[in-house]
Nanobody, 126 residues
Framework: VQLQASGGGLVQAGDSLRLSCRLS????????VGWFRQAPGKERELVAA????????YYPDSVKGRFIISRDKNSNTVYLQMNSLKPEDTAVYSC????????????????????WGQGTQVTVSS
């Protein structure tokens, strides 16, 4: 599967932004998807993940209540709606996927993703 991330940009604190991750290739609907971010000098962080069914979702406490992940099966696209953005949300955001043929409800942990797209820069000014 191939992943194409888009939607990054420069916004002000408190603004919203929506990132898109389009999956292509055979059996792309079989994949769970996670959104990661990495800021300079910091470790990569999983900020949202969604099962291939779309019904099971994970958020860390750092973004819970502000970020919303969703997927559109018709377009094979996973979205990350980011609200109430803060300067500390500034990072390169990437999407990744894992084949979850055995379970539609499986949400992979951060180390389980095998397929990666390129990153998109999100910058939040104060």
């Amino acid at each position: 599967v191939q992943l194409q991330a888009s939607g990054g940009g420069l916004v002000q604190a408190g603004d919203s932004l929506r990132l898109s991750c389009r999956l292509s290739g055979p059996q792309s609907s079989r994949y769970a998807v996670g959104w990661f971010r990495q800021a300079p000098g910091k470790e990569r962080e999983l900020v949202a993940a969604i099962s291939r069914s779309g019904l099971d979702i994970y958020y860390p406490d750092s973004v819970k209540g502000r970020f919303i992940i969703s997927r559109d099966k018709n377009s094979n696209t996973v979205y990350l709606q980011m609200n109430s953005l803060k300067p500390e949300d500034t990072a390169v955001y990437s999407c990744a996927a894992k084949d979850t043929i055995l379970s539609a409800s499986y949400v992979p942990d951060a180390i389980s993703y095998a397929n990666w797209g390129q990153g998109t820069q999100v910058t939040v000014s104060s």
